[in-house]
């Protein structure tokens, strides 16, 4: 298969556009970009395409995919029972990277829902997103575009390192903006309860319905609410590990395992802020950003592990990322690069 790339600025074409809506209406696939990251696109009432995600992504088949709509009265075409404050966290924070879990009514295909009798659905803000939902006409499933387990997209190359000629269309939307996947948010409930963490935060959506609750990881073996958690996410290829502690110890740490990887010709990476930049030798170090700008580190992170599998990085060692307002989506994501793999010094 050749893949058909276009640009954000052609999806005003109407051959562009009649391309899209072929392509999605026949069960095929079209990688675009939203807020969060890339999400590889496919009608999702269609199993036909949805049977294709899964195949492409090499994703395990209990691990329900997120609806993408583009106007709040769809989501109510596709669940039911709300509570009262579902539609005061849409009107807070959609279109935006907030996920509501709901009860699903009949219709929605088990296969989307990994056999859930639950949705996951949200409203993208992002400009071209919405404009391949309403070019569909239908709701289009969009999980993460990377192949399941790996970093995900946040840039075009990554996209089409992972996907080139293996899906139909993929819309070139440069670099995302947010960079962390949705925070998604099971709404079936009289508490609302975060299964993922996202920079829509814990406060944010306390102080809209007063009280929510975190969902905690959950074992390979615990039937779950939210199965994503359960597998293996945005690992490098290299064994990476999370260094927790006061700076100079966390450098000094660091430096004595450099040295130790060099002794045995073991090519090592580190994963910092502008500010330690200099404070490794003899190591590839690569920078997520100013640790005054979490927004730039979060939209950098995936872009950085995946750069230490270009270089070819056995042994990954990262600060930790407890602080500020994206504290949490990051470290959350750090983790499960790591498998859990954190030191306190
Ligand atoms: P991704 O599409 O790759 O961003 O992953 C979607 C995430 O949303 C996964 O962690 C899923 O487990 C979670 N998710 C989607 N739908 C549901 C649902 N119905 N119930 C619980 N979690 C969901
Ligand atoms: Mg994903």
Redo the contacts with the bound molecule.
């Keep these: 298969m050749k893949t058909r790339l276009y640009r954000i600025e052609e999806l005003n074409q109407s051959h562009v556009q009649e391309d899209i809506k072929n392509t999605l209406l026949s069960g095929k696939l079209v990688v675009f970009p939203t807020e969060?990251?890339y999400?590889i696109g496919a009608h999702a009432l269609d199993e036909k395409g949805i049977k294709r995600i899964y195949a492409v992504k090499g994703?395990p088949s209990d691990?329900?995919?997120?609806m993408h709509v583009s106007h709040t009265q769809d989501v109510f075409l596709y669940t039911k029972n709300h509570q009262p404050y579902v539609s005061k966290l849409m009107e807070a924070f959609w279109p935006g990277p907030l996920?509501m879990?709901f009860e699903?009514k009949d219709h929605v295909p088990l296969i989307i829902?990994?056999g859930?009798n639950?949705?996951?659905i949200r409203i993208p803000s992002n400009i071209a997103a919405l404009k391949i939902i309403d070019i569909a006409g239908v709701p289009i499933c969009?999980?993460?575009a990377?192949i399941s387990g790996r970093p995900?997209s946040t840039q075009f190359s990554h996209v089409l390192n992972d996907f080139k000629d293996r899906v139909d269309i993929i819309i070139d939307g440069g670099k995302t903006e947010v960079g962390l996947?949705?925070t998604?948010v099971?709404v079936t409930g009289p508490v609302p309860v975060i299964?993922?963490p996202g920079v829509i935060t814990k406060d944010m959506i306390v102080a809209v319905t007063k009280q929510v609750m975190i969902k905690q990881e959950v074992s390979d073996q615990e039937v779950?609410?939210?199965?994503?958690?359960k597998y293996k996410h945005y690992a490098p290829k290299g064994k990476m590990m999370i260094v927790d502690g006061a700076q100079q110890d966390v450098i000094n740490f660091i430096n004595q395992h450099i040295e130790k990887h060099n002794k045995n010709n073991q090519s090592v990476g580190v994963i910092v802020t502008n500010d330690l930049i200099n404070c490794f030798k003899k190591a590839i170090v690569l920078s997520l950003g100013d640790p005054k700008h979490e927004q730039e580190i979060a939209s950098n992170l995936f872009a950085v592990l995946r750069q230490m599998d270009e270089e070819n990085i056995e042994y990954i060692y990262s600060l930790s990322f407890h602080q500020g307002v994206y504290g949490e989506a990051i470290m959350n994501r750090l983790m499960k690069a790591a498998n859990n793999h954190i030191i306190h010094l």
């Design positions: 969060t990251v999400g994703r691990n329900p995919l997120i996920t879990v699903k829902t990994g859930l639950t949705v996951g969009a999980p993460s990377n995900s996947e949705s998604v099971d299964l993922r779950s609410k939210a199965p994503g958690m």
